[in-house]
């Protein structure tokens, strides 16, 4: 199964300030997504990563907030920009497809705290 | 729109003893693909089982097995000779064979404690 490399896997940072979060996967996938995870909850996709075109955000995400790049198919990042302390959370990067047998995998994960 | 729900937010078991945990869904689409995922405290999301919606057959994997009831929209997972590792957050999730559109939707998952 592919493999996820995610960093950074915490971070603690300022109000108004933004945090990139990067996503390397060990194997070309087609498709690639972007989740958040409030502490003892389940997971809520922000967004599709669409390699070399703009990602497909889900209901209640915009662009301007979490800006996703996808330049190939191995790699992705996730920006949250101009932070306040509603956006601290986990957020994790998930790549594969369901008719893989490994289905999808997950990276480890990134606690942000914003203070 | 599709949903998944699990109607149990916490199990407690005794370690070797058999568990269950249910997961019913809905969704207008024929052609999908259900998944059981583990998450214990160190985060990581493991895929413990996987069904595709056109097999009868219920998928098993050593301990793990399902009861996949596609008219009753029904995917529970159950768990045999429970062990201590199997302490997680359980999350069943669903997602259509659309490509372009095969995003995951998780229920809201079910907290497993196995009891020593």
């Known amino acids: 199964s592919a493999v996820i490399s995610q960093k950074p896997s915490r971070d603690i940072c300022q109000r108004g300030t933004s945090l990139t979060i990067q996503c390397q996967v060990d194997s070309q996938v087609t498709m690639m997504f972007w989740y958040r995870q409030q502490p003892g909850q389940s997971l809520t996709l922000i967004a599709t990563?669409?390699?070399?075109?703009?990602?497909?955000?889900e209901s209640g995400f915009v662009i301007d907030k979490f800006p996703i790049s996808r330049p190939n198919l191995t790699f992705s990042t996730l920006t949250v920009s101009n932070m306040s302390p509603e956006d601290s959370s986990i957020y994790l990067c998930?790549?594969?497809?369901?008719?893989?047998?490994?289905?999808?995998?997950f990276g480890s994960g990134t606690r942000l705290t914003v203070v | 729109a599709q949903t998944v729900t699990q109607s149990q937010p916490e199990m407690s078991v005794q370690e070797a003893e058999t568990v269950t945990l249910s997961c019913t869904y809905d969704t207008s689409e024929s052609n999908y693909y259900l998944f059981w995922y583990k998450q214990p405290p160190s985060r990581q999301m493991i895929l413990v089982i996987r069904?595709?919606?056109?097999?009868?057959q219920n998928a098993t994997e050593n301990r793990f097995s399902v009861n996949f009831q596609k008219a009753a929209k029904s995917f529970s997972l159950k768990i045999s000779d429970s062990q201590l590792g199997d302490t997680a957050m359980y999350f069943c999730a669903f997602t259509v064979t659309n490509f372009g559109n095969e995003k995951l939707t998780f229920g809201t998952g079910t907290r497993l404690t196995i009891i020593p």
């Open positions: 069904q595709e919606a056109y097999k009868q």
């Open positions: 998930s790549a594969g497809s369901p008719g893989q047998a490994y289905g999808y995998t």
């Open positions: 990563a669409n390699q070399g075109s703009e990602a497909t955000y």
